[in-house]
């Protein structure tokens, strides 16, 4: 009886496991296979590093939608590549995009990893939904809802991993191996599109690395 109990466990774990569908993206591909639409940026190879791409800086927000693939709701994991560059390193993914200005995001502020004011620490993680809702109107009519502080930051000048569980209803943030959630949201919207992309903000360059997608 104890033998069969734990075979039934082990099987409900092993459906569980592979109740997520896995797409490793290789955006080093998408990108010289002419898969990534820019908006506001160029994209190009990052040095030497065969997997890697790199968004440049301009003024307003940037966009690389990747185009041949579908994402809705699961877990999105990516690594990053800011740096410790205040007001100038802003880098994200951008997901349920309807066009290329109307679109939902989770972003971070590197330069604010290494900050000794608390107002600047709980600046470090940030859920958007453009145009409606940048991050200015959240700040001022939501005060601390949408933006977090990570109690165990990463160096802001190295790679860093994001995981990001978008479910219907809310959006949850982890970070590298941090075993609990950095930032919790409930989203700004119900309109859904199967569209995904990398992202960064104003004036901001960033790299990019190891996209997994699980449905």
Known sequence: MKTQKIITVITIILISINAFSQQEISLSNKLQNKKIKVVNRSISL????LNAIEMDAKNGDGIGIIEDMEFEKGIIEIEFLGENNPGKSFIG???????????????????NFVAKEQIRKEHMVQYIYHPEFTWRRLREEKTGEFENEIKMP???????????????????????????????????????????GIWTGFGSSGRFRNLILKE
């Open 93 to 111: 993914i951008a997901f349920n995009i309807q066009n290329d200005q109307t679109y939902e995001a989770i972003y971070f502020r590197p330069f």
């Open 154 to 196: 990463p160096n802001p000048d190295d790679w860093f991993k994001a995981i990001i569980h978008i479910e219907e209803r809310t959006v949850k943030v982890y970070i590298d191996n941090v075993s609990e959630p950095i930032l919790i949201v409930d989203r700004l919207t119900s309109t859904l599109s199967k569209k995904i």
């Open 46 to 49: 990052f040095g030497d590093q």
